[in-house]
């Protein structure tokens, strides 16, 4: 019994001493980084990627955040930058930072969706007239199709490609259908347009090609 105890004492003090030896490291990796002007934050994703409160961070503060698996190592390395960065900027940089994201949130043009000028139901409606020109011939198809637009900077439809299509005659007449579609407002991420991708899922009905459902088209 003496000697399970003794082994058990033995394996915790060994990992007291391995998780200080990992803090000391991570506190020495924190201010060699700060000191090169290399600023690190860490938590796991679960914020979106697009996220403008990082991107002030990142903008005006220079601040990367690294999405990794939690760890003591990073908890130690965070405290230690922050403790760092508010002798740099002040107690209170992260509020700061979080009042100018809140502000640049409510801007029009900050960060929104491409969408079509007249309308999800106008836009639909091209889709439908277009695609009811295309004959589809004898073929027996059963599952749903997707079609990718990609909306350029400029409101283009600049792309249009098929995913898990019909034929490849089909799909060729669809594309050639689409590519002239009027333009679009282009979506906007940070202040500035930017390209985005938009699917419609697309069925056979009745002898003709037309959007699976409307209401589940998504970016």
């Known amino acids: 019994m003496r000697k399970t105890l003794s082994i058990l004492l033995l394996l915790l003090a060994g990992g007291i001493a391995h998780s200080q030896n990992g803090c000391e490291k991570a506190i020495k990796q924190a201010r060699s980084d700060f000191r090169k002007s290399r600023y690190y934050f860490h938590s796991e ?53 979080r ?22 139901d106008e836009l639909f409606k ?18 749903t199709a997707f079609m990718q637009l990609d909306i350029s900077s400029l409101g283009k439809v600049a792309k249009v490609e098929i995913f898990r299509g019909f034929s490849k005659c089909i799909d060729e007449k669809i594309i050639k259908a689409i590519k002239g579609m009027p333009l679009w407002e282009p979506a906007y991420l940070y202040g500035k347009p930017t390209r985005q991708i938009w699917t419609v899922p697309l069925i056979i009905d009745g002898g003709k090609i037309a959007p699976a459902n409307k209401h589940h088209s998504q970016f």
């Open 45 to 97: 994703e679960l914020l979106p990627v697009e996220n403008t409160y990082l991107y002030v961070l990142g903008k005006y503060y220079k601040i990367n955040w690294r999405f990794i698996d939690p760890s003591k190592y990073y908890d130690c390395y965070d405290s230690t930058m922050n403790g760092l960065l508010k002798q740099k900027y002040g107690n209170h940089y992260l509020d700061r930072a």
């Open 99 to 120: 009042a100018i994201a809140d502000s640049l949130e409510k801007l029009p043009n900050w960060k929104r969706d491409a969408y079509y000028p007249a309308g999800k």
């Open 126 to 143: 091209y889709i439908e007239e277009k695609l009811a020109t295309i004959s589809i011939g004898n073929i027996e198809y059963s599952g």
